[in-house]
């Protein structure tokens, strides 16, 4: 009597473990059936989207996330590939990842060689924040022309490549200001074609306000004669105000070589309080750079 107990025990015990395990494959298989049943979209900078494609355009996608209603519009450019829900992988951007190197033509990465290379030197568009925000596209690229010039004018040995030209190719090769942090400096300065490249950030933050008060008068003819017959004047007093802004400015420079190791570092608050107060800033910076001719 006492065997039976313990064989009916023993094999309710592996009923139960099978029971267990027959349930967490259940529950595995419609997990990965629930995650099949949306499509995977891949960006250039690494990111996932989860989801339903719902309109493709000749440049964009629309895009509703798993669980929301919202639809989104991406751009192709920033995408890599998709997963469809069928299984079916659409290939939208060959620039692509970083590691993405096997390719040819402008959208290669080692793309130059050392050797051509050698003493050519490019400013990359800078960073610019205003009040810790992000600014204005244009000024990123004002600030870079302005870093051209001081460095270009005492280039010495080395040859610095005209804004329009980096431009050109950061745009060619799908690098943004979105996704240019995917990118190491050694693979920027191939995609260039340059030694060195001058990157930065300019920070700017209104400060105190400054009223200037100024005032004048003004003496004329009254019209009208005293006792003795002599004309009397007046005198009129104006004044004005004139209130302007104040501004913090701080410019952070780096330097790296094709080898992407950092040679220069170094950031400066400017002592001057104008919105450009960043031109003199730079100048300063650069002149204590290695590649600034003295």
């Keep these: 009597m006492q065997k039976i107990f313990r064989f009916k025990l023993t094999s309710m015990k592996k009923l139960l473990l099978l029971i267990c395990y027959m ?115 244009e000024m990123s690229f004002r600030i870079q022309s ?30 943004t200001k979105d996704n240019y942090r995917a990118y190491t400096m050694d693979q920027v300065c191939s995609i260039l074609g340059v030694q060195y490249i001058v990157q930065g950030t300019v920070t700017v933050n209104h400060g105190s306000l400054n009223a200037t008060n100024s005032g004048n008068s003004k003496t004329s003819s009254s019209g009208t004669a005293d006792s003795k017959g002599n004309s009397k004047s007046k005198t009129d007093t104006y004044s004005s105000t004139t209130v302007s802004q104040n501004y913090k400015t701080t410019v952070t420079m780096n330097i790296f070589d094709d080898t992407g190791k950092n040679i220069y570092g170094k950031d400066r608050e400017s002592f001057w309080q104008t919105d450009d107060a960043y031109k003199i800033t730079i100048q300063t910076l650069a002149k204590k750079a290695p590649i600034y001719a003295k």
Excluded: H, W
């Design 23 to 137: 349930l967490f494959s259940i529950s595995l298989i419609f997990a990965q059936n629930d995650s099949a049943k949306f499509d995977v979209i891949l960006k250039v900078n690494g990111d996932e989207m989860v989801g339903k494609v719902t309109e493709m355009g000749d440049d964009f996608i629309k895009f509703v996330y798993k669980g929301e209603a919202l639809s989104y519009t991406v751009k192709k450019q920033d995408i890599l590939k998709i997963t469809y829900a069928s299984g079916r992988v659409e290939v939208i951007s060959k620039a692509g990842l970083p590691a993405d190197s096997a390719g040819t033509g402008q959208n290669s990465i080692n793309n130059s060689t050392a050797e051509s290379r050698r003493n050519k030197a490019a400013v990359l568009p800078f960073i610019f924040l205003i009040d810790q925000q992000s600014g204005a596209d």
């Design 146 to 175: 302005e870093c051209y010039k001081v460095f270009s004018g005492k280039a010495a040995t080395l040859q610095f490549q005209d804004p329009n030209t980096t431009n050109a190719l950061l745009i060619r090769a799908n690098i």
